[in-house]
């Protein structure tokens, strides 16, 4: 079974460019997240979708943050403009259903990351 | 302000010695909490989670501690190996809102052979 998928790999930028961040979860999973890596603060959750709807954006750290999930097989993380302070890795991460205390270890299953660069 | 610290950036230990990662965190409404492993250009692999009704849980050479009088947790590999050469991130939840995971900052640990 393919886990999460995201892409591109890698990607690097100009200042003020628009950037755009792909991730396909996992087949049946209804929770996704995105997640920023920065060796300052580690792992900072930005946002997290239920069935496809947004249910906290706390973490978006400004409006030049935007993402959105048209459906339950896709989703896109976009920043524009871009900015150097915005390079860090990506990540996207997907969950089945879960209420607790159901059993279920709460795993979140995380993708390879989308390492970007803003020049 | 982080509600989830790893203060320890990393660690070294001997291969077949005990690791000790350390992690803390501030929100006494955290009760569900678990461990990631992070390999280079990896994604983040669950490795191990506790509840907060419990004080010890186990699974083969990994052991997760938590104290919540001192809003400490400790994850315990035994014996270490070199693959388990990676960075290692602790995460908390609330049972009101149990999908959203607060990371550490991650400690990175080197098993020398």
């Known amino acids: 079974d393919a886990g999460v998928i995201q892409s591109p790999r890698h990607e690097v930028t100009e200042m003020g460019q628009e950037v755009t961040l792909r991730c396909k979860p996992i087949?049946?999973?209804?929770?996704l997240f995105w997640y920023r890596q920065t060796m300052m603060r580690g792992l900072e959750l930005l946002i997290y979708f239920n069935n496809n709807v947004p249910i906290d954006d706390s973490g978006m750290p400004e409006d030049r943050f935007s993402a959105k999930m048209p459906n339950a097989s896709f989703s896109t993380l976009k920043i524009q403009p871009s900015e150097p302070r915005d390079s860090a890795v990506y990540f996207c991460a997907s969950s089945p259903d879960r209420d607790r205390p159901s059993g279920s270890t709460g795993e979140l299953f995380f993708g390879e990351g989308s390492r970007l660069t803003v020049l | 302000d982080q509600q989830v610290k790893q203060n320890s950036p990393s660690l070294s230990v001997q291969e077949g010695r005990i690791s000790i990662l350390n992690c803390d965190y501030t929100?006494?409404?955290?009760?569900?909490f678990l461990w990631y492993k992070k390999y280079p250009a990896e994604g983040p692999t669950f490795l191990i989670s506790?509840?907060?009704?419990?004080d010890k849980n186990e699974d083969g050479r990994f052991t997760v501690f938590l104290n919540k009088s001192a809003k400490h947790l400790s994850l315990h590999i035994v014996p270490s190996q070199p693959g388990d050469s990676a960075v290692y991130f602790c995460?908390?939840?609330?049972?009101?809102?149990?999908?959203?995971?607060?990371f550490g900052s991650g400690t990175k640990l080197n098993v020398k052979p």
């Open positions: 929100n006494s409404m955290f009760d569900y």
């Open positions: 995460a908390a939840s609330t049972l009101y809102n149990f999908n959203k995971f607060y």
């Open positions: 506790i509840s907060s009704i419990k």
């Open positions: 087949s049946g999973h209804d929770y």
